[in-house]
């Protein structure tokens, strides 16, 4: 597995921590790598993912609006804590990070979902990662 996909995964199990815990962020990011499995995964790794991880909370607000805004009959709060969160990650990386392809965010998003949550949170990701990059590029 690649190096920023394996980040995504770790960024998307934190950012479902905060959902489900409601800890402070910076208290998940802290013990998140004290996991005896993960001690040995490279600095590099370890960076990009708290880069995201810090990123995404600290834009939640921004990001939670976009995907509100075209999650046509979803109330946010009623999404399933894997998409909602998949979708973050993948609109703090459409909106704010520069380094990373559009095209690049969306298909990590869809992998993820394909790979977490149900048969369709693939197409419902999809749907609204390409309306907020749609907006984007206006």
Do not use: H
């Amino acid at each position: 597995m690649r190096k920023r996909t394996k980040a995504r995964e770790f960024v998307l199990q934190m950012l479902y921590q905060v959902d489900i815990t409601r800890e402070p962020w910076q208290e998940i990011l802290r013990n998140f790598w004290e996991n005896s499995e993960l001690q040995d995964e490279s600095k590099e790794l370890r960076d990009f993912s708290a880069e995201l991880f810090e990123g995404v909370v600290g834009q939640m607000g921004q990001i939670d609006e976009k995907i509100s805004k075209y999650a046509a009959n979803w109330q946010l709060e009623r999404m399933a804590f894997v998409d909602r969160n998949i979708m973050r990650l993948g609109c703090y990386e459409l909106l704010f990070r520069q380094d990373i392809p559009p095209k690049v965010a969306i298909n990590e998003a869809v992998e993820l979902a394909k790979k977490y949550s149900g048969l369709e949170s693939g197409k419902f990701v999809n749907a609204i990662l390409d309306q907020v990059k749609i907006e984007k590029e206006k």
